[in-house]
């Protein structure tokens, strides 16, 4: 959602005419929930609501808006419900409302503010720590991408610069762990730093500070066995230490490649995300960060 507002500013600001259809209604099995956008130009679309026959039938209809080459001003919104099985040959078997409206200030100055999945400090600049910032840039989550090593993060000139999106903050400290009381409440951590100690420093920092929704640390049963050891010894509560998760990652996924540790990683933040009772916090407006650019 954050990312279709942004290109819908990008497309009004160039004067790009575009029709926004948004789920309005869903009933029964449906692609895809109510409040799904997608933008439809005359050349291209972005954001779905839900594929196959219905977004074929969606965009044909917004395109026809389009087609006409009035104004916003002068074009009134249109619906659509579509039953699914018998409208459109498709098995879902429940019902979809869409709502038809031209791109302008109005649309733009109405879209929704919606929270994040998740806020993310996520330890590590490294192989692993690269394929997961990857991995959640296209995603509507909060992330500060902390390492001491500048040289470890990746250039945003060398690689494509729309990897970097601003959702994913880079911040280069020597104290690394002291960062653990800049995340909000309920906050997600994942520690995977090229330092067993360093993991130590950081994992005791967040335990300590309590407040957390996820807490997940790079490496095998026997590091969490040791870890578990050093951090009663710490005098971590026996409570607090079991809300580990080491090894990362959701079960039954045995590739170690980074870029598999990285699809299995996301997918168990998504699980905890949507688990959770309470959302994370939209970031503050003003934060000690240094960012990547677009």
Not at 2 to 27: F, I, K, Q, S, Y
Not at 237 to 250: L, V
Request: overall charge neutral; charged content about 20%.
């Amino acid at each position: 959602m954050p990312h279709l507002r942004d290109l819908a500013r990008a497309w009004h600001a160039a004067g790009r005419a575009a029709v926004l259809v948004e789920v309005t209604e869903a009933r029964g099995s449906a692609p895809r929930e109510a409040g799904a956008r997608m933008l439809v130009a005359a050349e291209q679309c972005a954001g779905t609501v839900g594929g196959g026959h219905l977004e074929l039938k969606a965009i044909a209809q917004a395109r026809e808006m389009l087609a006409t080459g009035a104004t916003a001003q002068d074009t009134a919104p249109q619906s659509a419900h579509y039953p699914l099985g018998p409208a459109l040959g498709q098995c879902c078997g429940g019902s979809v409302s869409l709502g038809f409206v031209m791109l302008d200030d109005a649309v733009l100055r109405g879209w929704p503010q919606e929270a994040p999945h998740f806020h993310l400090q996520l330890y590590g600049a490294g192989h692993v720590g690269r394929a997961i910032a990857r991995a959640l840039a296209p995603l509507h989550v909060v992330v500060d991408w902390i390492d001491e090593r500048e040289e470890e993060f990746p250039n945003p000139f060398q690689e494509q610069s729309s990897l970097w999106p601003p959702h994913i903050r880079k911040l280069c400290v020597d104290a690394v762990e002291a960062e653990v009381r800049h995340a909000p409440p309920g906050a997600f951590y994942l520690v995977l730093t090229h330092q067993h100690e360093l993991d130590m420093r950081i994992t005791e920092a967040v335990l300590r500070h309590g407040n957390f929704g996820y807490l997940g640390l790079i490496g095998s049963k026997t590091k969490r066995q040791r870890f578990v050891r050093r951090l009663e010894q710490r005098g971590i509560a026996p409570e607090s230490i079991a809300r580990i998760t080491c090894p990362i990652g959701i079960t039954g996924i045995v590739g170690k490649q980074p870029e598999v540790i990285a699809v299995a990683v996301v997918a168990q933040l998504l699980h905890v995300a949507e688990t959770t009772p309470s959302r994370a916090p939209a970031p503050p407006s003003a934060q000690r960060r240094q960012e990547f650019t677009r």
